[in-house]
């Protein structure tokens, strides 16, 4: 479904991503471990069309979509749920959710796609007149979520899902994420938890300094003496 080939990307004179090749097939859930300025969230913000000094290639179901900006990118059926949640704080969690879909060419099932994110989160549903920058930490993060599904994404990004909330909605997010999956959205996931990472994925990315150093099984990966002694804690 996705491959990149060679990508480099660059901040002014820094190279934050040196030749970084991957695939995502449909279907899978993979993730991308590695410190912090390891070059994860400089990948994905490169699929998203929102670095625009790079080299390489970007392959979406077979159509080059290097340098495309980002409404398109969006349009071709990937969406991106960022990290710090990025919800619009003095927007009803209604009018969130809405903004997901404001690509899609007609108003046809965007009524019965906002109820089915309800049904996935009701606690949304029981705030969908409430601003969004007053839910909590874990709400905020079913928004995103939420307001990504609503572009009906083949493929979703997620940065740093786990990041600022507490450990019990951690695994309640990380679960969740694993059920997008199962119901067939194909899933890219940036998160320094490599063990919660490792433990959901199909397959795994390590980016050290911005380059891939490792892949494997997400099994294969829980197991490789490098990644229990840098990512694990022995």
Known sequence: ??????????????????????????????TLIGANGAGKTTTLR????????????IVFEGEDITGAP??????????HCPEGRRVFPYMTVEENLEMGAYLRQTGNGINSDMERVYEQFPVLKERRKQAAGTLSGG????????????????????????????????????????????????VLMVEQNAYGALGMCHRSYLLESGEVVLTGTGSDMLDNPHVREAYLGG
Not at 70 to 79: H, K, M, Q, S
Not at 155 to 177: C, H, M, R
Request: with cysteine; net charge positive; proline share 4%.
């Open 139 to 186: 709400e905020q993060q079913m928004l995103a979520i939420g307001r990504a599904l609503m572009s009906r994404p083949k493929l979703i990004l997620f940065d740093e899902p786990s990041l600022g909330l507490a450990p019990n909605i951690v695994q309640k997010t990380f679960g969740i994420i694993s059920e997008i999956c199962r119901q067939g959205t194909t």
């Open 46 to 57: 490169a699929l998203s069309g929102l670095v625009r000094d790079l080299d390489g290639r």
């Open 70 to 79: 980002p409404r398109d990118i969006i349009a071709r059926g990937i969406a």
């Open 1 to 30: 479904m996705l491959a990149i080939e060679g990508l480099s990307c660059r901040y002014n004179k820094i190279t934050a991503v040196k030749g970084v090749s991957l695939e995502v097939k449909e279907g899978e859930l993979v």
